[in-house]
């Protein structure tokens, strides 16, 4: 079994910066891919961001510019440095792990609250 725990989140001023982690755990032969995700109330949950083996990445049209994906191979984490926060970027912020040979597992969220 794979667990991904995220850390991070929190209240922010809009203009403001948080930086998320995501760090699996278990039995993991290899991870091939790594995204966020996030859920604002009343919406359905969206693509944010994500990583694919080797080094591929890819953002949602709203946080290209303000949002960063980056990854430490050797701890098997994510990152997700959120730049010029708004107000919009409210939401629960999800991170999924795809891992060779068992599949996709999500973290439980973290709360990412962007308000004055």
């Known amino acids: 079994q794979v667990q991904p725990v995220e850390s991070g989140g929190g209240l922010v001023q809009p203009g403001g910066s948080l930086r998320l982690s995501c760090t699996a755990s278990g039995t993991i032969f290899s991870i091939n891919h790594m995204g966020w995700h996030r859920q604002a109330p009343g919406k359905q949950r969206e693509l944010v961001a994500s990583w694919t083996r080797p080094y591929t990445t890819n953002y949602a049209d709203s946080v290209k510019g303000r949002f960063t994906i980056s990854r430490d191979n050797a701890k098997n984490t994510v990152y997700l440095q959120m730049n010029s926060l708004k107000p919009e970027d409210t939401a629960v912020y999800y991170c999924?792990?795809?891992?060779?040979?068992?599949?996709?597992?999500w973290g439980q969220g973290t709360q990412v609250t962007v308000s004055p």
């Open positions: 999924e792990v795809h891992v060779t040979f068992s599949g996709d597992f």
